[in-house]
């Protein structure tokens, strides 16, 4: 007689046959975050639904890196709260829309199977990259596109090829002969088209990347890390001659020299009245800030009284991740910035092994180039890019959680063993 399947059996069934959907979405969201938006966007919402779906279904977390879980949840859990006092809740919703893509990381720590997995899906970021980079390359020299790409706003296409060179980069570093002319032929593509975009915030965060390398993977002596900085030197003084460099620096001594005269209707003008509003906010309420979703309708009051441009009243967030902590969130929103970001680089700093070198690297430089690229834009407010920034985070504790996980799989056998 056939028994009859319990409500709990068919549930724990559900949830093995989505979690081996998993990797097939986490490839499509890799690929599509550089380039692809409704492949991007599909694939978000699969994870965002199928994730607590299959919790609630019979599936288990990984509890040997319970911190970084802490890490994310704590982040969305301030920015939720802060909704508590927000009058405008149109953007409060907004920011918790932003906010939860922080799952992503959490997500492929819990759900990607192996490491092998975790680096196919950061093959699958840099084509994603690279393709963009070709799209930024045609629309520059043959277009004669100013600020390339037409898939994305300009600024927003320099971030995501900043990530993508991280990838790249973290690869190159660890890859055989054979594999390191493929990812140094990505990386040319993915350097000429950054250099195109002329994202001047991601320019400067590669560039101390670049510099850092030495001191953060590379085991160097000092006469060579002396000659790896005298070489960086030498070869962002020779792109620093260039026409277009000296077009962009030229715009932003032009933007301070006339903000000094009391124009703010340029790129770096317009910036400056955000940070300075965001100051005045974070200035009058410093513990908590003035809510996630009312930092739009603070500074257009702010705006208006000091009769400044209507340029001004087009933006939505303050062009750096601090200010826009401090000023929404307040010293515990920092706090909470500060953890989330910083966790993922201390967890991988000490734990040095060959295995693992690449994904500590990712882990490094995508640390790195959110707390220098985020101080003269709010990436965590930009969807495409703080995905990118995500998945990276996501891929390199992947490697080092399931490590920790059979690790601590072999000390209970062998204290089973020792006792059975």
Known sequence: MQQ?????TIGSRIAGWIEKAYPAIFL??????????????????LLLVLFPLQIL???RLCRTNRWFALSVLQYLFIIALSLAYTHDMDFGYRAIRFCSIALVALILVEKLPSRPMAQRILHAFIAGGTVLSLIISYEGMVKHIVRPSHVW???????????????????????????????????????????????????????LILACIPFLVLKLRTLWKVAYIAA??????????G????????????????????VSDTSLGGRFEM??????????????GVGAGDWVDEFQKITRQSKASAFLMQFNQP???????????????????????????????RRKGRETAVFRSVVLFSTLAMLISGLTDTLTNVRFVFMAYCILIGVGMSAFTSADRNNLHCRKTERYDETG
């Open 4 to 8: 009859p399947v319990s409500c709990r």
């Open 57 to 59: 279904l019979g599936g």
């Open 319 to 349: 062009h750096s991740i601090y200010l826009e902590a401090l000023s929404t969130r307040g010293l515990v929103g920092m706090a909470s910035l500060l953890l989330f970001i910083g966790y993922p680089a201390i967890y991988v700093w």
């Open 153 to 207: 706003m300009g600024v927003h296409a320099g971030n995501l090829l900043l990530f993508s060179l991280v990838a790249t980069v973290s690869l190159l570093l660890e890859a055989d002969s054979r594999r390191k002319i493929a990812y140094a032929g990505a990386m040319t593509v993915q350097l000429f088209a950054f250099y195109l975009n002329g994202t001047r915030g991601a320019w400067i965060a590669f560039a």
């Open 275 to 288: 940070w300075k509003a965001s100051s005045r906010m974070f200035m009058e309420h410093p513990l908590i």
């Open 243 to 262: 026409t277009y460099f000296q077009t962009k620096l030229h715009e932003a001594v032009t933007d301070v020299r006339q903000y000094g005269e009391g």
């Open 28 to 45: 499509l969201f890799a690929f599509g975050v550089s380039f692809i938006k409704f492949t991007t966007v599909v694939s978000l919402v």
């Open 232 to 241: 960086v030197v030498l070869a962002m003084s020779l792109v620093t001659r």
